[in-house]
């Protein structure tokens, strides 16, 4: 096992100078008194410069294969670097080709490539400078999310994936099934379908969201959040939707709203500034390549140092109405904000992160603790810059009578929520939570523009390789 | 928010006296002239202990209602207790009743409950004894599984759930589907099914490994790991089994079988010291109910100092066919290792972990790398005692014409294979890894006898509640 890492040779953290590594090549230059040959493992963005005697023997047979994606093993020495930009470098005393990589079929030359090209080379793009710098800020922000809730004492609950209810109370919802569908399209014309025959003796689906379950443990272990894939079977093809993201659930007991805004503004600011601190070339790579602006860096740090304002719905619907602009959805009290108004809002209005509350209960879940108005529920969004809304999340209705009474009015089947009305019959507390689209922060902190391109696989309609 | 946890007051770790806390009743002791009650947060197994004067107004009047599992919030002062077992207890000056839990009806009573009753009562179970250790365990041990991937540089990756490739060329697998399964049931006799017209526009599953796609990164950010759900679709109604599982799978670039194995080895002793340092007295309570020989923390504690060993699995033939047991299942070589078969070469041969490595390769998958004697490819195992098998892992094939010799043999779809070949036709790197069953490892530090009780919702034959 690779125990050096680029990443660490680079930031001088290593003592050995006598090293050995593997890497894959991303340029090879040659000259007549001196080749160079910059390598990488993935660790950073910036690779590790290697300096070699064109006539070093074990590198004088390999030389025309050192091509870029070639794999290589090589020994050296460490030595500060002359050249502008590193501090170190690599002089090369044993190199070993592991793999070519023929510069005529394989994708990922050295040229730039356009992120819809890459993004029909799936199992290639983590090689190059962007999904690798991509990827490096996923795995941080997951790490740095795990961290976060655990220095608070939030224990992680793995909600379960495949589900025979349905969270939201709506949506559309992928089936999972074992009945074998061929041998069903060619029964004659069955009345319905035997559900004793399939694995879990009824209709089974993939979860829309693990905050129900999560409210299970926030009511025996206080703090509790579930982080892991949900699932939407909206045929929307754009750059916003996937079927299958990853959802961040916290939910805590003896919490109220306000509660709840405080654990979303310090999670969002906690996120960024390990980021800022941890993935900085990354954030600078992004920054130059991907951001017209190039305010990308200097738009996190504000948000992490700024203090989050708070306005209810009803104040929104005024500031909008006031605002003069021509928006595509007109404005009333009782709609769905649209990305247009939330966008309005915090970038013109407050010119920062901003919480919405108190939204109609008509356009909120079921779920959702009714105010005293009886017209707005405890409901709060939190709408960032660049992005409108990042975190939706509510007190929970933690009234038997008011819960049962919802339900029966939406007509949702009370049935199913017997369990979920026990967490109110015995020992029920107030109770708080949210959710976040974990692929709309990397959109967020990237700049990236579209959602495909901050997961491993995206699973969209039509779309579903390996 | 609730900022200080029980845990941490019985820790010591808070310097404030004056103290506001939500919990749920465990226990209510009255007398003539103090009363008792023990509250829990889930924090810790050991609830605090409120003492109270019976004549405090505000207490009076819901005395009756403080029965187990009614939810309280409580001011009070904090100081040093005259009990033994504890070392504080708060003297509450102020007492709410949040909600009750009427004794007639609450499932959950004070006496003991059997675990069958519990797995009945999911929803609940995370209130007990027993479910409250399980989960904190879950926590700390996932929370420990993260840390020390990143200790070693190694990044997440969230492998996709929805796949249409069948990642161990074998395997039960759930169908995903957007299809309307009762109006496929009423055509008459068509003769297939239009994929065309389901989500992703072919028949698509759910993932029973996230290694294929591990591979990817691995091949590009060197060292890797997932860790999520996986599924299998086996109708077996067992104590081991479920149809929905975590599964942790870490994936090295520039590796060997022996790396990996360092790598398992190094892996399995940082959670058991870390879950003997941070959840000792969930532990003492599972040695106390769970373990009849009074030997889980002994146990753990010398696998944590013990050195792995490693035999073949030839060798693990031989010494089984000379061990005069008679075995259920016949030993020869050639045969898959059956839990009798482990348990002994474990329990009884060694005494300790080892690991079984250079099995044969007709009954391991298609991508493990073959020896040299090509009879048998670089497999590990990992057999404890207790418990057989707990990891298994291999040198994936990393040559691109062996690999694809293989998959021709096997008459795997080569087309379906082609991103993972391209894997070995550019830049390849000897590279390997391992898969844990998270649920496994938990039942094996906790002793918990059935795999469904170390899960939060259980997903089986016949069952998917919630």
Known sequence: MQKIRIKEILAGNTDEKSLSIGGWVKT?????NVSFIELTDGSSIKGLQL??????????????????????????????????????????????????????TYPLQKKGHTLEFLREQLHLRPRSNTFGAVFRVRDRAAFALHTFFHERNFAWVHSPIITTSDGEGAGEMFQV??????????KENISAIDYSQDFFKQPSFLTVTGQLQAEIFATSLTNV??????FRAENSNTTRHLAEFWMLEPEMAFCDLEGDMGLAEDFVKYILNDLLANCREDLEFFQKFYDEDKKLISTLESVASASFEVITYTEAISILEK????????????????????????EVHVGGPVFVIDYPKDIKAFYMRMNDDEKTVAAMDLLVPRCGEIIGGSQREERYDVLQN???????????????????KYGTVPHAGFGLGFERLLMYVTGMQNVRDVIPCPRYAGSANF
């Not at 099934?177 to 060619?186: F, P, V, W």
């Open 225 to 230: 959040y579930t982080f892991g894939p949900t």
């Open 28 to 32: 090879h230059r040659q000259s007549k």
């Open 177 to 186: 099934t074992t009945l074998d569908l061929e041998k069903l399209s060619k």
């Open 323 to 346: 605002s003069a602009i021509a928006f595509e959805f007109p404005v009333s009290w009782g709609i769905d904000l649209q990305t247009e108004h939330e966008r309005y809002l915090t």
């Open 406 to 424: 919802k339900i029966r009015t939406m007509n949702l089947d009370e049935k199913e929520y017997e369990w979920y009305l026990d967490l109110r």
């Open 51 to 104: 300096v070699l005697d064109p006539n070093l023997e074990s590198y004088v047979s390999i030389a025309e294969d050192i091509t870029t994606g070639a794999s290589i093993q090589v020994s050296g020495e460490l030595q500060d670097s002359p050249a502008k930009g590193q501090a170190f470098e690599l002089v090369v005393s044993e190199i070993t080709l592991l793999g070519k990589a023929n510069p005529e």
